[in-house]
């Protein structure tokens, strides 16, 4: 029965059959690739704009948001070493802002996007009580006008200003040094 039941959540997402993968190789601790191996092994730096994150904020005094659409998610994992303390992983990340100036009804006015795709290689060793993980990403960025910056009728763009197109590469090497100290987990980020 219980075999079942995990066989039918494996259809549910990606990420759902990535944990019963990983639960199913428990114990199991070899060297090789694993596909879709679960929890990011280098997360997303918070205070980083240029990270994926899904949210919405809200500029006091106007009516203006920003939307944030995005994920990073790691694809393949090479076990270096056979007890899992080395790593390395292969993935994706893809993410769009989106600048909105006015809602009517329903629909948003969205004034800009900026989306970004590309991939990242990350690696992590850990000892007892340190970690060492680098990541390198690699981006590319292209921003766009959306909403209300054409004039439909007379084929003319806004304020008489045709847009600049605007694209670039990223490339990002990052390194994070994690150790515990009793119940505190300290990390030191340099990039």
């Not at 919405?56 to 790691?74: C, F, M, P, Y």
């Not at 080395?86 to 989106?98: L, N, S, V």
């Not at 003319?156 to 390194?175: A, N, Q, S, V, Y």
């Amino acid at each position: 029965m219980l075999r079942a039941l995990q066989i039918r959540h494996l259809f549910f997402s990606a990420g759902m059959m990535s944990l019963l993968i990983s639960a199913a190789h428990a114990g199991q601790e070899t060297s090789g690739f694993e596909f879709l191996p679960g929890k990011i092994l280098f997360p997303p730096l918070i205070a980083n704009y240029q990270e994926p994150r899904t949210g919405v904020r809200k500029e006091v005094g106007s009516s203006r948001l920003k939307l944030d659409i995005g994920t990073t998610l790691d694809l393949i994992e090479y076990r270096v070493s056979a007890d899992g303390s080395q790593k390395i992983r292969m993935g994706i990340d893809f993410f769009t802002y989106a600048l909105t100036t006015s809602a009517e009804g329903l629909r948003l006015q969205v004034d800009a996007v900026d989306g970004f795709f590309g991939g990242h290689l990350a690696f992590r060793t850990e000892s007892e009580n340190t970690a060492f993980a680098l990541r390198l990403r690699i981006l590319h960025l292209s921003a766009h006008f959306v909403d209300g910056h054409l004039d439909a009728s007379g084929n003319h763009w806004r304020d008489g200003r045709e847009p600049i197109p605007f694209t670039r590469d990223i490339g990002e090497l990052t390194g994070a040094l994690e150790w515990n100290t009793s119940d505190i987990i300290w990390r030191l980020y340099s990039g």
